[in-house]
């Protein structure tokens, strides 16, 4: 008989949402309907682990509400005897001492999870299973390291279970989506006895296989950010023997719908009346909706152009609507706009800045701090919508 596990990850539940106004808790509720989702496919069918390799809320202090849902859920999952082993991410992991503890512990000090709080060593715990020895073993975001650091360089990695897995909260070479400023798990330091690694962070389902080792990330349960948005979000459910992975499922959950829409504005048009006539041709009260324009900005169009009156219009007939613009702007006088003044949005600036500061910077420690801001920094402008 295999082992049968619940792989996920990224949840970030209680993620600010501050963009949706007074619709973000309804948004936020999105996140925690896929948790409850894959928390009841879990209590159905009963795998004999389940894993969740971080992220699981989007910042250190979850409101209460949330905390007490997810208490609840793995309450219920432990009273099944579902083992539970947890890690924390990015977004949940304390950066430093007055930031306090992360908010995984609470659930660790209660019995209902196992919970690999460390980042600097490995965890490990082992289970038996169906007569198999199965090590578990994890570790969380380290938020010190620099962009070219190997997570797993040096670490001492158990294995000496007829299974091994690892949780690990980092992006892993040959899968898509990784950051040239983030450190990555090189495939070299994966020992070769290893059968799972439960990877998060990236938030794409992608797996792949090296030598007995198979590698996946689940992906995150919602869209986070509009780059995501042609991704089916959902969990894995692996079957293994002593051997090695023998079936990884991937199974999507529904989420909200997202789309970007590409508008092409020529010149001098009411921009106002053609972005309000494509949101009564979308609309639909469950969208949310991302209007990205290209073309031309002339005075014309600037002196017509109301864009909260867009917005407004957007939130009456979709969930949400924001605006990208990547508009060429025109002026009748070409001294008026020089390249120097040339207007970028919000997100491309700071992300030159900082880009720029980082290329500067010869001191290493000081380099990865900026690097650092750069991350953290893009996403507060992501979430509030700086594009
Ligand atoms: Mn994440």
Known sequence: MPITILHTSDSHLDIPAIKFGSRRYERKNDFLKSFDTIVSTALEKKPDLFLHSGDLFDGLNPRNPVRARVMEAFRKLHEKQIPIYIISGNHDVPRARRHGVAPLLEYARTGFVNFFPEWETIQSSTINLHDLEVEISGISFNPTLGPSEDPLHQ???????????????????????????????????????????????????????????????????????????????????????????????????????????????????????????????????????????????????????????????????CFSTEIVDELEYISPDPDFLTPETELKPPITEYRDYVNARVKQEKDLEKKALLQKALDRGLALLEDSGGW
């Open 155 to 317: 670490l001492s990695i158990p294995g000496k279970g007829d299974v091994n897995i690892l949780l690990a909260h980092y992006n892993v070479e040959g899968l898509r989506g990784t950051f040239p400023y983030e450190p990555d798990i090189l495939l070299k330091s994966i020992p070769k006895n290893l059968t799972y690694l439960a990877a998060g962070h990236n938030h794409e389902y992608q797996k792949q296989q090296v030598g007995n080792t198979t590698i996946c990330t689940p992906g995150s349960t919602e869209h986070v950010t509009f780059s995501e948005e042609s991704q089916k979000k959902g969990f894995v459910w692996l079957e293994i023997d002593t051997h090695a992975v023998q079936k990884l499922q991937f199974f999507p959950i529904e989420t909200r719908p997202m789309q970007t829409q590409d508008v092409t504005i020529p010149a001098d048009v009411n921009i106002n009346q053609m972005l309000i006539k494509e949101i009564d041709r979308l609309r639909n009260p469950q969208l949310i909706l991302r209007f990205r324009l290209q073309g031309v900005m002339t005075i014309k169009s600037a002196e017509q152009y109301r864009r909260t009156e867009v917005v407004r219009h957007g939130f009456a007939k």
